[in-house]
């Protein structure tokens, strides 16, 4: 009697954790996507390399784009918000 009881409980138990799982995913998800904002940076060189910068920021927007779930903040409005921090980012 005492080993039913307590497979019962444990599936319970799991039951239990399985939905309040469920529960906050489902949550997560009506948030609405996450966004991101690829940092721009410099590229120290002796050549002009404007264009290898701009690649890798499309690279990177491109493949951490997911359509519905995640969201990349465009680069006009990153600019603008680091233009409001002073010093370096890691400083902030």
Do not use: Q
Request: hydrophobic share 50%.
């Amino acid at each position: 009697m005492k080993i039913l009881f307590y497979d019962k409980s444990k599936l319970c138990f799991i039951m239990l954790i399985f939905f309040i799982t469920a529960i906050g995913a489902s949550a997560f998800d009506a948030a609405g996507p996450i966004r991101v904002a690829v940092i721009p940076f410099k590229i120290n060189a002796e050549k002009d390399l404007t264009f290898l910068k701009d690649g890798i920021f499309d690279m990177f927007a491109f493949h951490l784009s997911r359509e519905g779930r995640v969201e990349v903040i465009n680069r006009e409005d990153t600019e603008k918000m680091l233009e409001s921090f002073s010093g370096t980012l890691n400083e902030v």
